[in-house]
Every structure is written in C-alpha cells, then in structure tokens.
C-alpha cells in the first residue's frame, strides 16, 4: 500500500494511441497502457513519434535519447518498452520483468496465432474495425496454407462476431458461414439464427435453414430472452434511467457527456 | 530612495509605521474622520481636531470594526469597516511617502496582535485597492515582529530568554522568546500570554492609581520571570511611556538583566522582516515557531523511484498564511491518504488518515488525486482530495472531500 508522487508533466500535446484510439496525458498513463495492452504496443509501438513525446511533452530527455541509441543500434524492440517501463516509476521492477515474461510469451507463437490473438484482444476492447482488419490479415497471410481448418473456423468465427458488433449483418452472415463450411459448429449455426432474427431480411441458405432444428431454435430463442433481461437490468440502463428522473438542467448536461461517449465508443468501434 | 520597506503595526487603539534604514517613525491613534460636508477624511490627531470643532465625524476601533464586519454611517452614508480600512492605509501610507520623497512601496509588513485569517483578507483587499501587489505585502502577529526585533539586535541581547511587556490601551500582554540551538538549524520559540491583569491607563493619573499599577506589574513579572533566565526585557506600548509609575516593579526587572523601553519594537520587526524578504539568503536562519508560524511540520509518505521518503507538505515555521501546496499522487492499492504531523516535541507525533469515501473503485493505480493542502490558522489544516482520474482511460470525476484537520 502507498501513494506514488507524479512527476510534475505540463502536457499540452498529448499521445494518440491508436490501439485503444485514445489520448494519453502523462508517463503514468503510458506505462498503464504498455504494461496492460502487450498484444498492442509489440509492433512499432516505439516510433519517432512516440520519442518525440517522451522528450518534447514528459520532459524526460534522458529517456528519449537512450531509447533513439537503442533503436539505432537494433536492441530487442521488447526492450525498448520495458526501458520506459523502468524509468517512469510506475511499475517496480518485478512487475516490469512479469511484463517481459508475458511478452517473450506472445513472441514464441506463430504469426497467425500471434495476430489472433491481437485481433481477439481487439475484439475484447470492442475495437471491431481494428479487429476485423486484424483477422482479414491473417486469412490473407494464410490463404495457401493447407490443414488449419480449425484455426481458420475460429478466426471466420471471430470475424464473423465483429462485423455483427458493427451491425453489418451481411458481411457476418458470410463469415459464420465459410466458418461452418470448415468446421460444422452448433455455436456457428446459433449465431446464423441470431442474424436472421436481427436482421428478417437476410437472405439465409436453405442448407441453413434445415439445419436449424426446432431444439436449435428453442435454445437460441431462450438465450435471446436472456440476453433481453439481462439487457433490462444493466447497469448502463439504471444510470440512465436516474439521469432522467434528475432535473432539466443536470439531465441535459448528463445527456450531454453520454452521448460524447457514445460516439468516442463508436468512432473506436469502428 | 529606490522604494520603502515599511512596517506597519496596526491595533484598534494605535498606528505605528516605521521604514527600514530611517529613523523617523509615526504614532498617530487608529481613528478616521470624515468632514461633514464635504468627501474628505482625516487619520490620526487630526480626525479628533475636525470632530472636536464638530467639522468632522469620527470612526475608531477600525481593525475591530472590520474583524466583525461592522458598518458605520457617517455623513448619511454607510459605510463598510473594510472600506474605512482601506480609505485609512491609504492616507497614512502617504506619510511616509511624502516625507521621503518616494512613490514605490517595496515591501508592507503589517504587524497585528492577534492574527486571523479575516484580517489577513481584509488586507490583502485594502493592497490590492493601493495597489500593491499581494507579493510585496506580509502580515505578522506582535509575537513574531518581536522575534525579528530581537534577532536584529546584538547576540547579547538574546543570549539568554527574552520577554516583553506591552502595556496599551486596550490590553497588556506579555511575549516572550528562546533560541534553541540545534546542531543543524537554530529555532526560535516565542510565546504570548494575555495577561488579565490588564488596567486601564487612566489610573496612572493619580498616586493611589500608580501605586496599584506598580503592584499589579511586579506580581506579573514575579510570576512571569521567575526560575527563567533572561538576557534582556523590553517595554512596550503607550503604558511605559513614562516609567516612574512602576518603581517597585523596575527593581525586579532591572535586576541581573537589561532592561530597554522601546516604542516601534513591533513595527521596527515587521521592516527588519520587510527587509529579509528582498534578501536572496535570509539574515534570520533559524525556524521560528510563534503565532501565525505552523508549529508542526506535516508531511506524507509516498513512492518515489521505488523508495518511500516523507514528502513535507508543510515545515514548522513557515507562515500558515502563506504556506499552500498541490501535488498529485497515485493510489496504489491503497484508499485513504495519510499525513504524518511531526510537532516539535517529536515524541507527539502522530498519523492523520483521511479515508477517501465516494472516489469511484478503479483498478489499481489508476486514480490520481490532487491534494491540496492550506491553512486556515496555525492550529487547523484544510486539505482537499480531488479524484482527477487517470486521463481518458478513466476519466476524472466530481468525487472530492475536503476535510479540516487540527494540528
């Protein structure tokens, strides 16, 4: 337990991270992202870019004049990170050396594992554009690779799920379905059912549409309820439900700030 | 003259002023007049000549007037004390101003008997209406004025304890100082006692009246001074003006000690102090614990570069007026921020935690809290805590507390 001194940083300038699309303000805030987002900042993360904000906006010349000799001399671009990591006092260096363990994890996978992974970490920070790009990627890079169905059923799957997220039902439909085409999945064919709901105007295979059997309907139909309940009681709902019962002035104020949410959440989505 | 260094000692019964390097001070009573038909005010002697010959009508008590947030009618019109304050300063600032030819004030030091922050406002209101800057103007209490006075003064003088007795109109109160010496820093530690044997002065008119004076001065001196060792004793205020009255109490002073009756020791303080201010390397290194000077030094623990080091938010000694600071900590697993308050028997030190209820539940370290930490007298310390989030990761919200805590 204790209380960490923040260096004094007047940022006027601050650090657009693609990977989650937001601004970064401080050292803190830098190291935060590196340290919890390692699938995002492994590739190009250190750039000039990013020097240029470490000397001109944190003032931490030091920093940015060792991480631009390392770069130059081609050190472990993993390295790179953790330099930063150790020198902005945030993490201590055990927690750093977890960082580097965690990271040589994810360098020993194979590329399309590595950018699946990546993309489904996308998909978790409901960056779906990003993701969608991500998994594209990855069935170009695999495109005359033979005997990886699985693999390939799961990322169809996956990109299926994000194009869904992003309300482009067509695109999803034609996932899920070169997704079952590999691998013939209950899962696969629930969620065929469940853009066919979302969507009536759908156009599903009649190969589908046989295979969709009453059970399967069933089940789908009492997830659906529950997912509706489910709905019904967020936590998102109450609050907005409580800014409405407040008074004119605050509700359009809160009103307000939500929908500048709203639409940063869906700029990044996108 | 490049400026004036003046120090002002303002009391509801007296204004003094005096300047830094001069010799000339001023003592005129804290009264202001306001010509009856005519926007034209008289300070000092020359109010009570208007109101005498009925021209004028007089306001006195003007710090008490102000301390209440009085209000008096003259000439059909109300006015607030702080604005008769302000019309006051103003003419008597003049004085000093016209006789050394010199337009620029580079430095007011006022000195109060009693210090609070109502008046210190009220004051800094009366600067800013002069226009002088805030920077340039300090106000002190008669307790460290005094300090300064002796601190200026030959190490003879204050080898030993100091005291002074400060007979006026409207009270009589004792001070007294010692200068501890330590082996990295000198501190020096001044006390004030109101005495409640005070007197009216009026009884110095008659034999009977002097003779009781003299009694009730040395039985306050007896119980005072004894067992202590003084170097020297000062006298002060319009009480000691003449000092046959007190035959029998002089003998006790007097005695295995100096003894100096000076008029301006607190205003002749405030200048010493108004000097030290324009010094790159104060004349006066020692901590000075009195009245309106933090007796404790406050201080967290925090994090920095993996170590933990107590960061002093505030040191004993500095002026709790002026002593404000801001700084920005990450809670790391942690939901409270704790202050360490170190007086100066550091036997009493003891730990103030502040438990930061309502701030938003994040993952750990991602809430920053501005803490801000102030003084509203040298006994109480207001803090704020301000959730100021972590960026857009997580944005700041409107969670605050603000709690006083009683040093």
Known sequence: ?270 | MDGLIIGLDLCDAYTRICCHDRDKSWNFPTVICRKKDDDVWYVGEEAYAYTLVGEGIIVDKLVKLVRKDGTATLCGTKYEGIDLLKIYLKKILEIPKEEFFCDEIKQLVVTLPKVDIKMMDALMYCADYLGIPREKVHIMSHTESFVYYVLSQKKEIWNNQVAVFDLSEDSFRYHELKVQRGLRQMTVVAEEEILEESFNLDILDTPSGEKLADKILNSCAERLLQKKLFSTIFLTGKGFERQNWAAESMKLLCSRRKVYVDQELFARGAAYKGMDYLQEKTSYPFICICEGRLHSTISMKVLHKERESQLIVASAGDNWYESRSSVDLILDNQDYVEFLVTPMDPKQKRLVKIPLEGFPKRPNKTTRVGISVGFLDEKTMAVVCRDKGFGELFPATDAMIRQEVML
């Open chain 1, 1 to 270: 337990m204790s209380l960490i001194l923040c260096r004094q940083e007047p940022v006027k300038h601050p650090f657009y991270f693609e990977g989650l699309g937001i601004h970064l303000y401080s050292s803190q805030e830098l190291c935060y992202v590196i340290f919890n987002n390692p699938l995002l900042v492994m590739e190009e993360f250190v750039d000039l870019h990013l020097i240029e904000f470490i000397r001109n906006e944190l003032n931490m010349t030091f920093l940015a004049l060792k991480l631009e000799k390392w770069q130059q001399s081609g050190e472990d671009p993993d390295e790179l990170l953790c330099l930063i990591l150790s020198e902005c006092d945030y993490y201590n260096a055990s927690e750093v050396n977890r960082f580097r363990q965690e990271v040589a994890a994810y360098r020993k996978m194979s590329q399309p594992e590595f950018g699946k992974a990546r993309a489904d970490y996308l998909f978790m920070k409901k960056q779906y554009g990003k993701a969608v790009a991500d998994y594209e990627r990855i069935l170009e890079y695999m495109k005359s690779s033979k005997g990886h169905e699985e693999f390939l059923a799961k990322v169809y799957n996956n990109l299926g799920s994000s194009y869904a997220r992003l309300f482009l039902t067509d695109k999803a439909y034609h996932a899920y379905v070169k997704s079952f085409e590999l691998v013939s999945n209950k899962d696969v064919l629930s969620r065929i059912y469940y853009l066919s709901k979302w969507n009536p105007a759908l156009e599903v295979k009649e190969r589908f549409q046989t295979l969709l059997t009453e059970e399967l309907k069933a089940e789908a139909d009492l997830r659906m309820d529950n997912a509706d309940e489910a709905a019904e009681n967020a936590e998102s709902l109450q609050v907005l439900e409580e800014l409405f019962s407040k008074d004119p002035i605050k509700r359009l104020a809160g009103a307000g700030e939500i929908i500048q949410r709203w639409k940063m959440e869906y700029r990044n989505m996108v």
